[in-house]
């Protein structure tokens, strides 16, 4: 083969590898010629589904991300939201909140000065007989709308219920088991409870019930909607109780362990009537403003002890 037919040969090769088509003619006289037709590397050869190909990349117009809003006016804004196809979001100062319980008593209950009952007689027992009908109803009214969220509720059973609770949060409060506490008294009653026994150690007891628990107000409110309604009831305690508090060097500072105390206590109960999930708990302690000031607790410091003189230990185990 001649040195022309060998390169002829070559470039067909390299043709075919670049995606040529070789078509061979062949004419009755003349020598047989290759004609080659040339195609695109990118295009495919089947067009089959050239036009799905074609629907299968899609032109996004993308945004400037360098252009900002405070950048642009109001038109300008609202024109670029119409255009793709977009509602202006809308400013909100507001935050959502969840009120679990409220800032105080509705209607504090006023217990009659020494807790007695004047006579009916006298003008001071009249005014008191009067006032005492008038909070009778009341209460009458906000049980009956109690009901209505929680149709099992007895006052009487709810009077025992309240010793059970008040109990247990005392409980642990001695103890300071803060996630028991959670639950048995409100977001209000906690920090109240907690305050100033911080390294200080505390023993209360329980003893005994000197009178059955009592009702002895019940009032409902409405928060910022009509659907939102709290419940609070006021039971009276007259318990005997034992209480002592030490300081971090285990000093007394309050109370005694071995002496019992009557105590007559109004405390609030309060419940999220529109929470189905809501539980009665300790939210506050009503203390008359005729009950006279507790009595202040001692104060304990370190004393600063100086070096012992050897002399005086033996002077004090000589005359021992």
Not at 218 to 235: H, M, P, S, W
């Amino acid at each position: 083969m001649s040195a022309i037919a060998s390169k002829a040969m070559f470039a067909v090769g390299r043709l075919v590898q670049s995606h040529a088509t070789l078509v061979y003619t062949q004419t009755l006289k003349a020598a047989p010629c290759f004609l080659f037709v040339r195609h695109r590397t990118t295009k495919h050869w089947n067009p089959k589904w050239k036009k799905l190909r074609k629907e299968k990349v899609m032109k996004v117009k993308l945004p400037n991300f360098n252009q900002k809003p405070e950048d642009m006016t109001p038109e300008e804004q609202r024109s670029m939201m119409r255009e793709r196809g977009l509602e202006r979001p809308r400013v909100w100062n507001e935050r959502p909140i969840y009120l679990s319980c409220t800032g105080g008593i509705f209607e504090p209950y006023v217990p009659p000065e020494g807790d007695g009952k004047f006579s009916a007689i006298s003008t001071t027992g009249a005014k008191q007989k009067v006032e005492f009908v008038q909070k009778k109803g009341s209460s009458i009214m906000a049980v009956r709308k109690m009901r209505n969220y929680e149709e099992e509720l007895n006052l009487k059973t709810f009077a025992e219920d309240a010793r059970e609770i008040y109990i247990k949060a005392h409980e642990a409060l001695n103890v300071k088991n803060k996630l028991e506490l959670r639950q048995l008294v409100t977001e209000r009653a906690y920090p109240e409870m907690l305050h100033n026994t911080h390294n200080k150690t505390i023993h209360w007891k329980f003893i005994q019930s000197l009178e059955p628990s009592r009702v002895v107000q019940a009032r409902c409110t409405e928060v910022i909607t009509k659907d939102n309604v709290f419940g609070q009831l006021t039971v009276r305690f007259h318990t005997q109780q034992v209480l002592a508090v030490y300081d971090r060097f285990g000093r007394l500072l309050h109370g005694s362990e071995f002496v019992t105390k009557d105590v007559i206590e109004y405390i609030v109960f309060e419940k999220h009537l529109s929470n189905q999930y809501g539980i009665w708990r300790l939210h506050d302690k009503i203390i008359p403003t005729w009950m006279p000031p507790k009595e202040p607790s001692r104060k304990t410091f370190v004393s600063k002890v100086g070096p012992i003189d050897p002399d005086e230990v033996n002077a004090v185990q000589t005359s021992a």
